[in-house]
């Protein structure tokens, strides 16, 4: 969410949609503004990898979208990301549901 705040277009929303069923949980985080560059893209979850300077973002180490995929990966799901000039930046994460031991 702060990715989408920090990158996003200036006064526009950022949505979080949470959905589940029966077998999984899914969230996206959406926001509108400039793309995420294409060759970026499939490197987007590496450790140390930043994108563009935006003005409302916090310096780092390029470690945030790294350690929220280790995470969704240690829970056995997935997350991803898409992005263009026309629909925004999506990124969408997958849980497995599981029950819980009584």
């Known amino acids: 969410m702060t990715n989408g705040i920090a990158h996003g277009e200036a006064g526009a929303p950022v949505t ?4 589940g069923s029966d077998q999984e949980v899914w969230m996206e985080v959406h926001n509108l503004g400039p793309p ?6 499939p490197h987007i979850f ?4 930043r994108g563009a300077a935006a003005p ?3 310096p780092g180490l390029g470690l945030g ?3 929220s995929q280790q995470i969704v990966a240690a829970h056995g799901g ?3 990301v898409q992005s263009n000039g026309e ?3 999506t990124v969408r994460v997958r849980w497995p549901r599981r029950n819980s031991p009584p």
């Open 87 to 89: 629909d925004g930046t």
């Open 56 to 58: 409302n973002a916090t």
């Open 65 to 67: 979208l790294f350690i």
């Open 78 to 80: 997935s997350i991803e």
């Open 46 to 49: 590496e450790a140390f990898r």
């Open 36 to 41: 995420i560059e294409e060759a970026l893209l």
């Open 16 to 19: 979080v949609t949470l959905r």
